[in-house]
């Protein structure tokens, strides 16, 4: 066995054995009865998507854009459910405008967005739409909070929704790219 | 000078889908569909949008997700329709069979000086519709189409479903509903039996 293959061997084990965050997030979300999850996918929040779509009490809505989920939400809340959405840092931008539906209405939003653009990024596009992601959410009122380690994921999304469903607060939970990890280019060849 | 379209009275178009409504939940559309609505008698269990342009059929969506024992109506226009285009896929891929979309199509941007729209400019919004999946589309010329696609309204096992409703491009007298977002909203959560905390 060669360094390089120990390394990868390591890692493996470090995923496996390390902390089920999309899990966690998940149970968190039915904990607060979340029954709506929309989405534009991201690996990132692959597994996410798939517990949804597995779980026949969480109505699963798959987007075009990321505005229609924000649109989406606030249609869940007025007729009596609790809606997440899943999307990348680089759709947070398409949201701009349709947010002023929540916060002239004083509607919740729980969005849960994977980062690109701020750690290891290997496609330089990712990188503007990743630096203005926090921005972008508070110049329309959004609270941004971080999720930074997996241990923490329960956690942070707990009180992401507390604020959110009972406060009535647009939150968005920034899971960032370090934690999320290299994306690896050749695992689908 | 905006061309003529179609024919029908947008007011009294509405007036008729929404007569007898029972236990029909409304989301309109911003502009002139939100002073439609309005006009054919307010209610709690209408939406009116006052922004959010290309989001009320979403909105529909969600609302007719979380209710999916009532009908849900959708009232917009092709404008405010035609930014949400994509929207017509996601609500195609949900298979929502009580959700209806209304557009009251003029072919024009009525609301912000009558440019013609892309539906003016020959784009055919029920194409679009039934291109992206949507189970029913219906195009309706006259009120005894809208009279009949009324009853359709009601029907929550067949959607989610689609009418183009040809109105006349002339101007109609602004009337406007509230704009108070969270009164709107906890009015129609109110009536939904939901608690306003």
């Known amino acids: 066995m060669d360094d390089s293959a120990t390394t990868e061997s390591a890692t493996k084990e470090a995923a496996t054995t390390g902390p089920d965050w999309p899990l966690d997030i998940y149970r968190t979300l039915k904990a607060f009865g979340v029954s709506q999850i929309s989405y534009v996918p991201d690996a990132g929040h692959s597994r996410l998507i798939e517990l949804s779509h597995g779980d026949g009490a ?9 505005e229609e989920g924000v649109a989406l939400s606030a249609g869940a809340w007025l007729g009596g459910d609790r809606a997440a959405l899943l999307m990348q840092s680089s759709g947070v931008g398409n949201c ?5 539906l929540l916060a002239s209405c004083r509607i919740p939003l729980l969005t849960l967005v994977t980062m690109r653009g701020e750690w290891a990024e290997f496609n330089p596009w990712q990188i ?33 929704a507390s604020l959110a469903y009972e406060s009535d607060q647009q939150v968005a939970v920034l899971i960032s790219q370090r934690m999320l990890g290299r994306k690896k280019w050749t695992e689908t060849r | 000078m905006a061309r003529n379209f179609g024919s029908l009275d947008r007011r009294q178009a509405v007036q008729t889908l929404l007569a007898d409504r029972g236990d029909l939940l409304v989301v309109s559309g911003l502009g002139s569909s939100s002073y439609d609505v309005f006009d054919a008698g307010d209610h709690p269990a209408n939406f009116y949008l006052w922004g959010a342009m290309g989001g009320a059929a979403m909105v529909g969506l969600g609302i007719a997700l979380a209710r ?14 035609l930014m949400g285009i994509g929207s017509l896929l996601t609500i195609a891929a949900h298979k929502c069979t009580n959700l209806s979309i209304v557009v009251l199509d003029n072919g024009h941007f009525g609301e912000t000086g009558m440019q013609i729209s892309h539906s003016g400019l020959g784009a055919r919004l029920d194409l679009i519709a039934s291109g992206a999946g949507i189970r029913e589309v219906t195009e309706i ?10 009853g359709e309204l009601h029907n929550i096992k067949d959607g989610p479903r689609l009418a183009i409703v040809r109105i006349a491009s002339g101007h109609v007298e602004r009337v406007l509903p509230p704009r108070d977002g969270v009164y709107l909203k906890n009015r129609f959560r109110e009536n939904l039996g939901l608690a306003v905390t």
């Open chain 1, 58 to 66: 969480i109505k699963t809505t798959v987007l075009t854009t990321e």
């Open chain 2, 141 to 150: 010329t006259d009120l005894k189409g809208v009279a009949e696609f009324r």
């Open chain 1, 96 to 100: 701009v405008n349709m947010l002023s």
């Open chain 2, 68 to 81: 999916p024992q009532r009908p849900v109506a959708v009232i917009t226009g092709d404008g405010e329709q």
């Open chain 1, 128 to 160: 503007p739409m990743g630096k203005a992601t926090p921005q972008a959410f508070e110049i329309m009122g959004v609270t941004v909070l971080r999720l930074e380690r997996p241990e923490d994921a329960a956690e942070v999304v707990s009180a992401a």
